[in-house]
């Protein structure tokens, strides 16, 4: 009895991705809009908040920018940095020294100015942190820290020695007061227009973060962090990607100190201490090594964390002094709960929970196919 063929299996048909996947698999498409979804959600941030509040995000995005400066050059690059304050510094004084003229240029070309200074200051610490590894690289940075500011007690007669140079904050411009007043019609205050440059400057360094994270250099950086011996096999000369990447990150720096200045409207040694450096570094520790989101949640502990525990410990009864000094107790008390329980820091933990859960998910059914 003739038994019939076995029919063939009918081919698999390929599946095109659309046209939208297409290009959200494009770094560049993909960063694009995800800086323009964090600049809707800025601009919707500023025009439903007060002046007090458009000071907060003020401080977050400068606080973000230093810290995604900080994020390369630690989590990308692997090396420490507790000198970040002094680098702002430079970035501010720079600032306050051109908007202090009679005919000030424009303020992104005076934040391009603070950028070109800073990064070469980079340069010249880069050079020589790249031959310096773990406690001496943090202690030489730390120096740098102290110092820096230091000169301007040295040199009074330019940068106003203790205190400091008042920086005068832009003035908003036309167009800028009839595009808020057409968009919710607030007033188009001077603070709102700093938060506005801030937000801008936020964004515009989140784009170039994304990108270098995801590029050729982010993973030459990658390289030198996880293996400097491998890396150096392959081809990657160590010196140079290094002091590349205290550049990059000076550079950041640099835009968080023009930020920072008219912000306060103040370049002044006390406000760029070790304390400053310090927070950066913690910002970056408690979000996570290496995490965009990260530094940006880090930078919002940073700048709600304090008036939230002062309010509250006045709330629950307690002076205004001790409700002052709980801040910085709280401070540390999270760092090292962090540290303790959540190595990776905020994002590093997501992240580990997400893949564990993903790989459960396809061992099982891994479990049921077979």
Request: hydrophobic share 55%.
């Amino acid at each position: 009895m003739a038994t019939a063929a076995p029919t063939p299996p009918a081919p698999k048909t390929e599946t095109k991705p659309s046209v939208l996947n297409r290009a959200w698999d494009l770094n560049l498409v993909r960063n694009l809009l995800i800086c323009l979804a964090v600049l809707v959600v800025g601009v919707i941030a500023l025009e439903s908040t007060d002046a007090f509040q458009n000071t907060q995000l003020t401080s977050l995005a400068y606080y973000a920018i230093a810290a995604f400066g900080l994020t390369a050059l630690t989590g990308l690059n692997g090396q420490i940095s507790l000198g970040h304050g002094a680098l702002m510094a430079v970035g501010a004084y720079t600032t306050a020294l051109f908007l202090g003229a009679e005919e000030p240029l424009p303020f992104p070309v005076i934040a391009l100015a603070a950028v070109v200074v800073t990064s070469l200051v980079g340069v010249v610490v880069g050079a020589a942190a790249a031959r310096l590894h773990g406690p001496y690289l943090a202690g030489a940075t730390l120096a740098l820290a102290v110092a820096l500011p230091s000169l301007a007690l040295y040199f009074k007669e330019t940068l106003g020695g203790d205190a400091g140079l008042k920086v005068s904050s832009p003035q908003a411009p036309d167009w800028f007061v009839s595009m808020i007043e057409t968009l919710s019609g607030n007033l188009a205050s001077s603070t709102k227009y700093v938060a506005y440059i801030a937000c801008v400057a936020l964004v515009v360094s989140l784009f170039f973060v994304l990108n270098l994270k995801r590029s050729k250099v982010g993973r030459h950086w990658r390289a030198v962090r996880d293996n400097d011996v491998a890396a150096e096999i392959a081809g990657i000369h160590l010196g140079r990607t290094r002091v590349q990447a205290f550049v990059i990150s000076a550079a950041y720096a640099g835009l968080a100190g023009a930020v920072m200045a008219i912000a306060v409207r103040l370049a002044a040694p006390s406000a760029f201490t070790i304390v400053l450096s310090l927070s950066v570094l913690t910002a970056v520790v408690i979000g996570g090594l290496g995490s965009i989101t990260g530094a940006v949640i880090g930078a919002a502990v940073l700048v709600f964390l304090p008036p939230w525990v002062t309010g509250f410990a006045t709330d629950s009864g307690l002076s205004d002094t001790q409700a002052a000094e709980m801040a910085p107790l709280v401070y540390g008390i999270v760092l090292v709960l962090v540290m303790l329980l959540a190595p990776g820091g905020l994002m590093g933990t997501v992240s580990n929970a997400w893949r564990r859960t993903r790989q459960r998910r396809l061992a099982k059914q891994a479990s049921s196919a077979s």
